[in-house]
C-alpha cells in the first residue's frame, strides 16, 4: 500500500508539490466563480485561464525566493 | 487534416519524450542488473498499462460525465505541462542544471550497483521493479497524453499509433546505440512538449468547470476550439517573459537587504 501511495504521489504531484497546488488552487477558485456565475456567462472561461496562469506565476516566484 | 497531424506531431513528441526517460532507466538496470529483469519489468509494466489504458478508459468515458471527464484529465494534463514548464524556465533562465540522460544514466548505474541481491521468481528484484516502476509511471503519463489528445480530436486510434510508433523508435534507437539516447534535445522538447500540454489542460480544465454550474455543462471558450491557439501563444508568451524575468528576482532575492 505504501508503495502505491508513494507512485501515486510521484505520479500526481512529481518533484515539485508547489505545481500540483497551485493548480489545485487555480482550479478551486474557478470552480467558486463558476458557480456563483450566471449560466452561460463568456468571461469566465478566459478569467479562469487567467487565474491558472497567475496560480503558476505565484508557484514560481515562490520557488525562485526559496532558492 | 491539419489537425491529425498536429495530434500526431503533439502525441508523438511528449511520447517520444517519456520514452527517452523510461529507456535511461531500463538500460541501466539491463547493464548492471542483468537484461532478463529489466525486460521482465518492461514488459510486465507494457501489459499492467494496457489492462490500466483498458479499465480506466472504459471507466473513465462510461461512467463520468463528459464535463467531469473534461476537468480530471484536463488537472492531470495542466500539472504534467506546468511541471515540464517550470523546469524549463528554470533551465533557461540559469537556475537549474540542464537535463542529461547521461548523468541520468550514470546516477541511476550508481544506485543498482550500491543495491542489495534480492532473488524472487528467479529475477533479480531491484532489476524488476525499477524497470517497471520507469515504464509504467512513464508510460501512465503518455495514456493520459493520448486519451486527452485522441478525445480531443475526435481520434484515438490516431494519437494511440503516434505514442507505439515513438515506443518503437526510441525502443530501436536504445537498441542500436545500446546506450541512453544523450543527444535528444531533450530539454528543447520539453519545454515544447510542456507548452502544448499546458495548452490542452488549461483548455480542458476550465471548460470541465462548467460541472460547477447549473446544468452541469461544458463552458464555453470565446471562439469554441480556436481559444486553443489563443491559450497556446498565452503559455508561450508567458514562458518567454518568466525566462526574462526569473534571473531578475532570483538577484534580488540573493542580495542583502540594506
Known amino acids: 500500500m505504501r508503495a502505491v501511495g508513494r507512485f501515486l504521489v510521484d505520479f500526481l504531484v512529481g518533484d515539485d508539490w508547489k505545481v500540483a497546488a497551485s493548480v489545485v488552487a487555480a482550479l478551486g477558485l474557478g470552480a467558486v466563480l463558476a458557480a456563483v456565475a450566471a449560466s452561460g456567462?463568456?468571461?469566465?472561461?478566459?478569467?479562469?485561464?487567467?487565474?491558472?496562469?497567475?496560480?503558476?506565476v505565484a508557484g514560481l516566484a515562490v520557488d525562485v525566493r526559496r532558492r | 487534416?491539419?489537425?491529425?497531424?498536429?495530434?500526431?506531431?503533439?502525441?508523438f513528441t511528449a511520447?517520444?519524450?517519456?520514452?527517452?526517460?523510461?529507456?535511461?532507466?531500463?538500460?541501466?538496470?539491463?547493464?548492471?542488473?542483468?537484461?532478463r529483469s529489466a525486460l521482465a519489468g518492461t514488459g510486465a509494466a507494457a501489459v499492467a498499462l494496457a489492462a490500466f489504458t483498458a479499465v480506466a478508459g472504459y471507466a473513465l468515458v462510461t461512467w463520468l460525465p463528459r464535463t467531469a471527464l473534461q476537468l480530471g484529465i484536463g488537472t492531470l494534463l495542466l500539472v504534467f505541462g506546468l511541471q515540464w514548464l517550470r523546469k524549463a524556465v528554470l533551465r533557461a533562465a540559469g537556475l537549474k542544471a540542464l537535463n542529461d540522460e547521461e548523468a541520468a544514466y550514470a546516477e541511476q548505474v550508481a544506485e543498482a550497483r550500491a543495491a542489495?541481491?534480492?532473488?524472487?521468481?528467479?529475477?533479480d528484484w531491484f532489476g524488476f521493479v525499477v524497470s517497471f516502476k520507469?515504464?509504467?509511471?512513464?508510460?501512465?503519463?503518455?495514456?493520459?497524453?493520448?486519451?486527452?489528445?485522441g478525445l480531443n480530436a475526435h481520434d484515438v486510434p490516431a494519437a494511440s499509433g503516434a505514442a507505439v510508433a515513438a515506443a518503437a523508435?526510441?525502443?530501436?534507437a536504445g537498441l542500436v546505440a545500446h546506450r541512453p539516447l544523450a543527444r535528444v534535445p531533450e530539454n528543447t522538447l520539453k519545454w515544447a512538449v510542456g507548452i502544448v500540454l499546458?495548452?490542452?489542460?488549461?483548455?480542458?480544465?476550465?471548460?470541465?468547470?462548467?460541472v460547477?454550474?447549473?446544468?452541469?455543462?461544458?463552458?464555453?471558450?470565446?471562439?469554441?476550439?480556436w481559444a486553443i491557439l489563443a491559450v497556446l501563444a498565452g503559455w508561450l508568451a508567458l514562458s518567454r517573459l518568466l525566462v526574462l524575468l526569473v534571473p531578475i528576482l532570483a538577484r534580488r532575492t540573493a542580495e542583502p537587504a540594506t
Open chain 1, 41 to 56: 456567462a463568456r468571461w469566465l472561461a478566459p478569467v479562469a485561464g487567467l487565474v491558472v496562469a497567475a496560480a503558476f
Open chain 2, 1 to 11: 487534416m491539419s489537425a491529425t497531424w498536429g495530434l500526431l506531431a503533439g502525441t
Open chain 2, 15 to 35: 511520447s517520444f519524450v517519456e520514452f527517452v526517460e523510461a529507456l535511461t532507466i531500463v538500460l541501466a538496470m539491463g547493464v548492471t542488473r542483468g537484461w
Open chain 2, 116 to 123: 542489495g541481491t534480492d532473488e524472487r521468481f528467479g529475477l
Open chain 2, 134 to 149: 520507469g515504464v509504467f509511471l512513464e508510460g501512465t503519463e503518455v495514456v493520459f497524453i493520448v486519451i486527452t489528445f
Open chain 2, 169 to 172: 523508435v526510441v525502443a530501436a
Open chain 2, 198 to 210: 499546458a495548452t490542452y489542460g488549461t483548455f480542458w480544465a476550465v471548460e470541465g468547470l462548467g
Open chain 2, 212 to 225: 460547477f454550474q447549473p446544468g452541469g455543462g461544458s463552458l464555453d471558450w470565446p471562439g469554441g476550439d
